[in-house]
């Protein structure tokens, strides 16, 4: 994965019961993640408790480049919970390479033979 902050989603469905929507936790890296996730209604059913929701989340922050670790906690109106995990792994970003060089050399010489054996030399060279 080479995005520094990847969207988390995930549905939670209970057939029975319903899903208890007070009840859902996600954390990221073992940080409580809760409150900055869209948690949604996906069911059809507009009455009673829902059997299925949609849980969206987009950290704030880059996360850094290497593993982690996804968990939801979740219950339904019934009180029987459950808790799944995965893990997923960043790819450190590839360094961009920009080169922009420039040499100027200028050579200046002159010689001048005006009184016994004096010359003049310049040299200057320049790398940017």
Sequence with gaps: M???RPWIEAEISDEGSGVNQD???LSVNGVDVTA????????????GAAKKWRLRYRPSIA???GPHRV????SDTAGN???????FYLQAPKPKVSWDASLTNVL???????ERFHDKANFTSYLQ
């Excluded at 900055?36 to 009455?47: K, M, S, V, Y």
């Excluded at 968990?71 to 979740?74: K, R, V």
């Excluded at 200046?108 to 005006?114: A, F």
Aim: hydrophobic share 35%; proline share 8%; glycine share 2%.
């Design 63 to 65: 996360l850094p480049p």
């Design 108 to 114: 200046n010489y002159s010689y001048q033979p005006l």
């Design 23 to 25: 009840a859902i936790l």
């Design 81 to 87: 919970s459950s808790r799944r995990q995965w893990s």
């Design 2 to 4: 080479a995005e520094e």
């Design 36 to 47: 900055g996730a869209i948690i949604e209604r996906i069911d059809r059913e507009e009455i």
């Design 71 to 74: 968990q939801i906690d979740a």
